[in-house]
């Protein structure tokens, strides 16, 4: 990647991204870059040492840029945090190895295709070249995690046997159609050939994930180590990557336990109002209560979208600047297979494709309590991550594109989604008791995942005074009891998190070390301000620099009038 001074910082940025895009489509995808979805992305060990390429020769470009002005030095310092660390990943032959039941190649080459336009003859065209670089994607795939195998790198037997079930579920060896089969019966109306192509991509992408499957199944798993845990040297990395800061790990544990029995005191007492004498637990019986119920997929997908619209219009002017396009927000169920819980995927760089907030859901459930649920959508969507990363990519007049498409990291922003749970209930949006117990619910359940990450992946002691196993060290099963004892979350949600925590090591305690951050962030700012401080510009002004790490965020914030 050869550099000129004139390009500066942002020019720097913008060709990576660019350059990036071309390598890794999938990614372009995810990003909502045009141009690159007829492809795939080359996953094998040669793919990534091709992208950690493109990476070191920006890192080394950005790194020797003398920045011009204050948003260069801004955009610097993300791209280097961001990208240096990316590097170390890859040096430690952790991004070719990568296999988890949430957030690894399998899922992303599987998820590309929902972000996909299914409108004209043209769409449906890119859809079938793509879904025919399904087998070689498969391939390169099982070929880099082959190398990461002989390098001594394998996922733990958990996460092999779990993705090989939900390879089984898209090539339709389930109880449900292939998911391929299922996206190409939406072609109807296309001419025969075209469905012809579709129709026999399709079988041959399903056949490559069954396929797959048995792969997985017999010749990683034998390979795979029993031990969940990945001690504390992989822990730190991921930990520096997800939080985008150097943490005390043990600092961050004992103020995970003292934020988990803050917040469980708090849920006793709105449980006890909810129900009198009752506990957390037995104030579920809100699920029973119909002004809390859902019944049926389209109806809670229905209920879902109504509550964001509500969300956007009352917020707009008032608590927040938002652009009119920023103001398009689809709620929609996702497609069977992965993981059960919510998430979010942005918009397309020129806002085409809209932001989205996705529900995958439990299979066979139809019956849905909102009470549990409120506060989920406005984390995902107005004030959360759509506010924030649809805000972000619409700053084409500030940010470059690595700042306004690549730049997400999880302690920013699923840091600024917690908070603005807490900010809704501020601002009155929670004065339901029902869903204020909702709200706190997941509070606590980030707060348990701070605790039960750590505890399980370094094997830390369970403190005294804490009424849960004490002097023991943590295991997975000791996580799964505690998250189904001490919380008040689905059991299938349950279930599925433990299995998320032990493939994705670092990632779900940036939640809550991130909300910890923005919150100080504002009393500092409020602290610099005194009686002039604008709640309103502070969110403003945040929102507008873009992703990057935590550190970078303190710095970049502290900078703010």
């Known amino acids: 990647m050869a550099s000129t001074a004139s390009e500066g910082v942002h020019g720097i940025c913008d060709r990576y991204v660019d350059d990036y895009a071309a390598a890794d489509p999938v990614a372009a995808t995810a990003h909502g870059i045009t141009g690159h979805d007829h492809r795939l992305t080359d996953y094998s060990a040669d793919g990534y040492a091709e992208r950690a390429g493109l990476a070191a020769r920006a890192h080394a470009a950005v790194t020797a840029t003398e920045p011009r002005d204050a948003a260069e030095r801004a955009a610097k310092a993300v791209f280097t945090e961001r990208v240096g660390l990316e590097l170390e990943i890859h040096e430690a032959g952790l991004d070719v190895a990568s296999l988890n039941v949430i957030a690894s190649p399998v ?32 391939a390169g795939i099982r070929g880099g995690l082959l190398t990461a195998a002989d ?89 520096r990557y997800f939080v985008g800061a150097t943490l005390d790990l043990r600092e961050a544990y004992e103020w995970g336990w003292a934020e988990f029995a803050r917040i469980e005191t708090e849920l006793r007492a709105v449980a006890n109002r909810v129900k009198d004498g009752a506990t957390p637990a037995e104030a579920a019986v809100l699920d029973a209560d119909p002004r809390y ?85 406005y984390h995902e969507g107005a004030p959360g991550h759509h506010l924030q990363i649809a805000t972000s990519v619409d700053q084409s007049a500030s940010l470059n594109k690595y700042q306004r498409l690549m730049a997400f990291t999880s302690g920013h922003a699923e840091g600024w989604a917690l908070y603005a749970e807490r900010l809704m209930q501020e601002l009155g949006y929670l004065a339901d008791d029902g869903d204020l117990l909702g709200m706190l619910s997941e509070q606590l359940f980030r707060a348990a995942r701070v605790v039960v990450d750590l505890g399980m992946h370094l094997e830390l002691e369970i403190p005294a005074g804490t009424g849960f196993h004490e002097g023991e060290r943590w295991t997975p099963e000791l996580g799964l009891e505690f998250m189904l004892t001490r919380t008040i979350t689905d059991q299938a949600h349950v279930r599925d998190e433990i299995d998320r925590y032990l493939g994705w090591p670092g990632q779900a305690p940036a939640y809550k070390i991130g909300e910890r951050l923005w919150l100080a962030a504002r009393a500092e700012a409020q602290e610099r301000a005194g009686a002039g401080f604008d709640i309103k510009r502070f969110h403003t002004e945040a929102l507008r620099m873009g992703g990057m790490g935590l550190d970078t965020l303190r710095e970049q914030l502290a900078q703010l009038d």
């Open 107 to 138: 899922q992303e080459l599987r998820m590309a295709f929902d972000l996909m336009p299914l409108e004209s003859e043209q769409d449906w065209a890119v859809v079938a070249a793509r879904i025919a670089e399904v087998p070689k994607a498969l």
């Open 151 to 239: 390098a001594g790198r394998v996922s733990a037997l958990r996460q092999v046997a779990k993705v090989a079930e939900q390879c089984e579920t898209w090539a339709g060896l389930k109880d449900e159609k292939g998911y391929f089969a299922e996206l190409v019966g939406g072609a109807a109306s296309q001419a025969e050939a075209l469905k012809a192509d579709l129709t026999h991509n399709a079988r041959a992408a399903e056949e490559a994930f069954a396929e797959f499957a048995g792969f997985l199944r017999a010749e990683l798993a034998p390979k795979a180590p029993v031990k969940d845990a990945v001690g504390e040297d992989v822990y730190r990395l991921w930990s």
């Open 293 to 377: 119920r859902v019944q049926g997929r389209a109806e809670f997908e229905a209920w879902m979208q109504r509550l964001s619209d509500t969300a956007l219009e009352s917020l707009r002017g008032k608590h927040f600047d938002i652009s009119d396009r920023v103001m398009a927000l689809e709620c929609k169920i996702a497609p069977p297979g992965g993981g059960v819980g919510a998430y979010y995927t942005g918009p397309s760089e020129d806002f085409s494709r809209p932001g989205r907030m996705w529900w995958s859901l439990p299979a066979g459930r139809e019956e849905f309590s909102t009470w549990r649920e409120t506060s989920t959508v």
